[in-house]
């Protein structure tokens, strides 16, 4: 017989197993997005160092950058797979795991060239900021499961832009 009870204590246990479900599958997806971003940054220069921020939330720095970059890092925010409301929020707000790379150029670029942001080619772009103190780009990508190639494109554009802009102007 199904009472108050009985349903409240059957929502509990499902949200307590999807709980941990929902960590379990972003400890995997953590390993998939570092996977990416180490391939990507490692273009970018050497020694990279990881500094975790809770369960959900990690932060990749290159220690020794490649010119014309002095400074480089790759923020990464992931979806909240171990909150089911969150998590549906988040989704219906178009939230997907994110990326936030920061980079700072010996020569700060010039602003960007004003296109929509799905002019770059790069799946998942939802921000581009050009400005004059370091850092001088900040990239916004919202990346999905099988959506990862797109973390190289924004680190090749990152690393290129400086260059790209002096030869437009």
Not at 74 to 103: H, K, T, Y
Request: proline fraction near 4%; include cysteine; charged fraction near 15%.
């Amino acid at each position: 017989m199904l009472t108050l009870q009985n349903a409240a204590l059957a929502i509990a246990l499902l949200l307590f197993a999807w709980y941990f479900a929902g960590m379990y599958v972003n400890r995997r997806r953590a390993d998939v997005l570092i996977r990416h971003l180490r391939e990507a940054l490692l273009t970018a220069g050497k020694n990279l160092t990881i500094r975790w921020f809770g369960r959900s939330a990690f932060q990749i720095t290159v220690g020794e950058p490649r010119s014309p970059l002095i400074g480089l890092q790759a923020l990464c925010l992931l979806e909240p797979r171990d909150f089911a409301l969150a998590l549906a929020w988040s989704r219906l707000r178009g939230r997907r795991d994110q990326v936030l790379i920061g980079a700072a150029y010996v020569t700060p670029p010039t602003a960007v060239v004003s296109h929509p942001l799905s002019g770059y080619g790069i799946a998942g772009l939802t921000g581009l900021e050009v400005r004059g103190e370091a850092p001088h780009l900040q990239l916004t990508l919202q990346v999905g499961a099988g959506g990862e190639a797109a973390i190289g494109q924004a680190v090749e554009l990152v690393r290129h832009l400086s260059a790209k802009k002096r030869a437009l102007s």
